[in-house]
């Protein structure tokens, strides 16, 4: 059976150890150490940003030598425009975006940033030009300003408060006993799953980044907060460069271009018109997630 709606592995390796979305900042930092290849090289050049294009050209990589996850993946996203990815649990969309961050380096192939081999880099400057809104976003057991500065570390308050303002929570931290300075995490407020997304969009738009990966939730949101915060996204992804991890397929019409992956390669693309009249992978997918939705909805009205 096809699986459109597992949820998808949290994006990075630290969301991924953080599952209850709670960490310390050492622990978040003893993390990054223990990964290989994100520890900073002496000596590698800065990622010079321009406007934000992406290149994947001919890229093969596998976590274990001999099981490949991607094979010989080639697309291209002009500055600005959005590319969605779309394919069943395990094919491969979430490495795309972990390969992109410089987590892991191809085993094959080039992915490119503003014409620049993202390999020869210093990996702090390929993540200083990406923002990423995970599924399940990483909360310090800290103030909720600085867990929104996070997106840029030294900011100004005034800078925090119009990037909350923008990504519509702050008016939610206005009604919090101690506002800016409340503390969240496991001895603080509980901020919901909702909550927790708005952070990490006030996050991105303080980092203010050209290139914009949005790993979308699977479902946890009710349809009005999911509905607004899609607006939200829309905005931000607004002449930006954006790599979507899609999870339901409705949101991703609007989608410049929509890549289906899988078994690690792109087996269509197009947009979404020319997916549906194709009447392959993707119909199909299309034509299951609808199904699902009518059921969702049949639910709902009998509960
Ligand atoms: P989903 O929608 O379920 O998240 P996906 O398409 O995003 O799936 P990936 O997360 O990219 O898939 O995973 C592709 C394959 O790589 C899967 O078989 C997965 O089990 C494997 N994989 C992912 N992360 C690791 C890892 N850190 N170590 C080893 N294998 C991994």
Redesign the pocket.
Known sequence: ALQVC????ALGFVYREARDAWVNAERLFALLRERPDVAEQAGLPRLRAGRGEVVFEQVSFG??EARP?LRGVSFRIPPGHTVAVV?????????LARLLLRLYPPAQGRILIDGQDIATLSPSSVRAAIGVVPQDTALFNDSIGYNVAYGRLGCRPDEIESACRAAHVHELIMALPEQYETQVGERGVKISGGEKQRIAIARAVLKDPAILIFDEATSALDSDSEHAIQQELDRLSENRTTLI?A?RLSTIVGADEILV?DRGRIVERGSHAQLLSLKGLYARLWLLQQRLDEQTMLQRQTL
Do not use: Q
Request: glycine share 16%; aromatic share 6%.
């Open positions: 597992l949820p998808l592995n976590y274990e996850v394919g069943r649990s395990g094919s491969g969309k979430s490495t991890i999870h992956m």
